[in-house]
């Protein structure tokens, strides 16, 4: 199983990024797909996910925001950042779960992350 994160990127705070998660060698349209950042020094942090029936979930921080959509055509899970704050400064990854549930533990399979930075 590959889930490969792109589009990170340096940009201005109050700007716009959308993060790609291309998944490969599982079957995609059985797992809910979430999204994690960390940043320096902190621990990992959940930051929204999509389940297999397209329901949706958002931490606070980032509701009205951020917006996650799937394409099970492309395997790609995506993560559409609005109106970006320096405190969204992380580390993003992705990551499948089978489970339904999507705390890190609960996550069956992790990608590389990519980074993203605000600058205030």
């Known amino acids: 199983v590959q889930l490969q994160a792109s589009g990170g990127g340096l940009v201005q705070a109050g700007g716009s990024l959308r993060l790609s998660c291309a998944a490969s060698g599982l079957t995609f349209s059985s797992y809910g797909m979430g999204w994690f950042r960390q940043a320096p020094g902190k621990e990992r942090e959940f930051v929204g996910a999509i389940s297999r029936r397209h329901f949706i979930y958002y931490t606070d921080s980032v509701k009205g925001r951020f917006t996650i959509s799937r394409d099970n055509a492309k395997n790609t899970v995506y993560l559409q950042m609005n109106s970006l704050k320096p405190e969204d400064t992380a580390v993003y990854s992705c990551?499948?779960?089978?489970?339904?549930?999507?705390?890190?533990?609960?996550?069956?399979?992790w990608g590389k992350g990519t980074q993203v930075t605000v600058s205030s």
């Open positions: 990551a499948a779960s089978s489970s339904g549930t999507y705390s890190p533990p609960d996550m069956d399979h």
